[in-house]
């Protein structure tokens, strides 16, 4: 019912930056945050950083202060603005919707995920 659209990862070195960006699309009524998460090899999923529909941002403590996390709400979309980016921010990158209302008459608690996009950081 919701289609998680990412775009933006590839290959970068140290210190440099990328843009990441998802698109929602499908039949809901609304979505209330969206956010990117991260998986290295052999590691657990992790936050990013999400974003709610009333702008409130959560970062995950690796990247405060280097990542920036922004989303319009009108067209569905989140952008993950990376730089000074390090070889241990490697990892397939996740585009989530949470807290997601796909009927008027059903709460606000269906969640969704992207098929991931590859970020690789050189030394």
């Known amino acids: 019912q919701v289609q998680l659209e990412e775009s933006g990862g590839g290959l970068v070195q140290a210190g440099g930056s990328l843009t990441l960006s998802c698109a929602a699309s499908g039949r809901f009524v609304s979505i209330n945050v969206m956010g990117w998460y991260r998986q290295a090899p052999g590691k657990q999923r992790e936050l990013v950083a999400k974003?709610?529909?009333?702008?409130?941002?959560t970062y995950g403590d690796s990247v405060k202060g280097r990542f920036t996390i922004s989303g319009d709400n009108v067209k569905n979309r989140v952008n993950l603005q990376m730089n000074s980016l390090k070889p241990e921010d490697t990892a397939v990158y996740y585009c989530?919707?949470?807290?997601?209302?796909?009927?008027?008459?059903?709460?606000?608690?269906?969640?969704?995920w992207g098929q991931g996009t590859q970020v690789t950081v050189s030394s």
């Open positions: 974003v709610t529909s009333g702008g409130s941002t």
């Open positions: 989530n919707a949470d807290q997601v209302r796909v009927r008027t008459y059903l709460p606000a608690n269906s969640a969704y």
